[in-house]
């Protein structure tokens, strides 16, 4: 290839860097009307699609420097954003996750980021965006992007089928584990039957999770007011435990409700559930009532928790 061909290649692909940076606005202060800078955002992204990892997972995928990488992560924690905890695996390795303040502000950046580039998109027709989607693969291919690291399970929406897997293994597991009688399994049959009757695609889901092509775990949000939605239905398979897929689902319901404008999120348990508690503490939700109750054939703690969403 000739030189001067080369430079003419290269000035292209420079012209298409500074055209795409302006359009999607990366060159202000404050990426999307925040107070984080673009590096600061993509590791707010990395920290929050992520359960729980090392600076150094970090530093690798994202291919930044070790110190500059330490300065960033003290500036999340001094503001709150950022909790560090020992690993279990090997004690000399320290943890990175989000707190509830941490969780929040990356909520708040996932939300206008998608509007925005559903504007973007928006413009175009249907076959302009795949024509622009195809480029950006192409792009991807010929330039060697690393893979994202994988989830062990994937998150789907309902399907015909899922109600009653939903049913059957929640009255079959709870069975098994607490000894409930049939009435817990009815009451998810009336769960999901009005659920799929009064569906407000808008403001109400259900996730399924899915390992190996088998379902493993459900999740539900509805609605209990124009400004207050309801966790339902929080179950993982005992197969698929330990894989951080209960505070996945629940985190889901966390965003999906930040991002059509619920103000609270409540949802009812019992006091055995000690697991699901545990997520629920992680995520950021606090106990506000107790009462004791005989409703599946066993005295039981009932609790309501809450979680403030702005």
Known sequence: MAHTDLDMRIDALRRFNRFYTRKIGVLEEGLLQSPFSLTEARLLYELARREKSTAGEVADYLGLDAGYLSRMLRGFQNRG???????????RQTLLHLTKRGRQAFAVLDKRARKEVGALLGALSTAEQDRLLEACQTIEQ????????????????????????????????????????????ALVADIVAKFIRELDPKRERCWIAERDGEVVGSIFLVKKSATVAKLRLLLVEPKARGLGLGRRLVQECVRFGRQVGYKKITLWTNDVLHAARH??????????????????????MGQTWELDLF
């Open 81 to 91: 954003l950022l909790a560090k905890s020992p690993s279990k695996a090997d004690r």
């Open 142 to 185: 010929l330039l060697g992007a690393r893979p994202e690291p994988k989830t062990p399970y994937l998150l789907r929406p309902h399907q015909p089928g899922d109600m009653g897997w939903v049913v059957h293994r929640h009255g079959a597991l709870y069975a098994q584990e607490y000894g409930w009688d049939e009435r817990f399994e």
């Open 279 to 300: 997520v629920y503490q992680e995520v950021g939700f606090r106990l506000v009532h107790e009462e004791p109750h005989n409703k599946f054939g066993h005295g039981l």
